[in-house]
């Protein structure tokens, strides 16, 4: 028997062919895409607001509390965030999916395929003439053209965001029609070479949050990403008078964990992939 073929060709397939036959099995097999794309359900609104000296505020993630929709299977944690791998028929999320979404290739959330996901948080101006109103209190104490602008500082290794217009994200009429002057699905803070600065519209805007969790080996970790809300020009510089008016803010979200079996084959085919490299060196 040639044992030097079987050490350099079969056995490093087999090996990847268990890696791959362990992802495939979080990948998922359907027969039809699913639905709808990811809605901004169940929200957590974090609203931007000025005080009393101009300086701009937001309540921390640990203020706010679980949610527990009657549409899903269970809790929401607020702190961190749950990262999921499905969506129901209406596009919220699914605490209980064990495989990855199958998204139509052709719509703009397919950047999404085998990846977690998230679209609750969302940055706020408050509800009625609130928007309108802080937008105005800013343009008058720093200037026409001021504005509210967010600039990520730090961030996991992994963690993605697109801009989100919109229930469904693609349309600011709530509908999965996309709006190719919406930007649906376009990255931010850095993602797919974006700018890490973003200029926020004073709108209700659940942006998406994702993972390639194949890719970061991040099955059952935090991600984090901190950011800079300031007061800036046109261009995004801090308004000199604004020094000082900014707030630093920590948002987290955290990965769903394997199911038992995926893991340990995932396990094993990797140890199997170790094995047959440590022979081919001492060969």
Not at 257 to 278: D, I, Q, S, W
Request: hydrophobic share 40%.
């Amino acid at each position: 028997m040639n044992h030097s073929f079987i050490n350099t060709h079969l056995r490093p397939s087999l090996a990847a062919s268990a890696v791959a036959l362990a992802l495939a099995g979080h990948a998922g097999v359907a027969s039809a895409y699913d639905t709808n794309p990811p809605t901004w359900m169940p929200m957590v609104m974090s609203q931007i607001s000025l005080d009393a000296n101009g300086a701009l505020q937001m309540p921390n993630q640990d203020t706010f509390t679980p949610r527990c929709p009657g549409w899903s299977s269970g809790c929401f944690s607020s702190n961190p965030l749950p990262l999921t791998l499905g969506v129901l028929s209406t596009g919220n999320p699914n605490l209980a999916a064990t495989t990855f979404a199958q998204w139509d290739p052709s719509q703009p959330w397919a950047v999404l395929q085998n990846k977690a996901f998230s679209r609750e948080f969302g940055w706020w101006g408050g509800s009625g003439t609130a928007p309108a109103t802080l937008k105005s209190s800013i343009e008058t104490t720093y200037g026409a053209g001021a504005s509210i602008w967010i600039e990520v500082l730090s961030q996991s290794a992994g963690l993605e965001t697109y801009k989100a217009v919109g229930k469904y994200g693609v349309n600011a009429n709530n509908t999965t029609t996309v709006d190719p002057l919406a930007g649906g699905y376009t990255g931010l803070f850095g993602t797919a070479g974006s700018s890490t600065k973003w200029q926020w519209d004073y709108m209700m805007d659940h942006n998406i949050y994702a993972v390639d969790l194949n890719a970061t080996n991040g099955w059952g970790k935090t991600f984090s990403a901190t950011y800079n809300v300031y007061i800036g020009d046109i261009y995004g510089n801090e308004v000199a008078a604004a020094a000082g008016k900014n707030t630093i803010e920590t948002w987290t979200w955290a990965a769903p964990v394997p199911e038992p079996e995926t893991y340990a084959m995932l396990l094993a085919g990797l140890g199997l992939m170790g094995t047959v490299a440590r022979r081919r060196r001492q060969s």
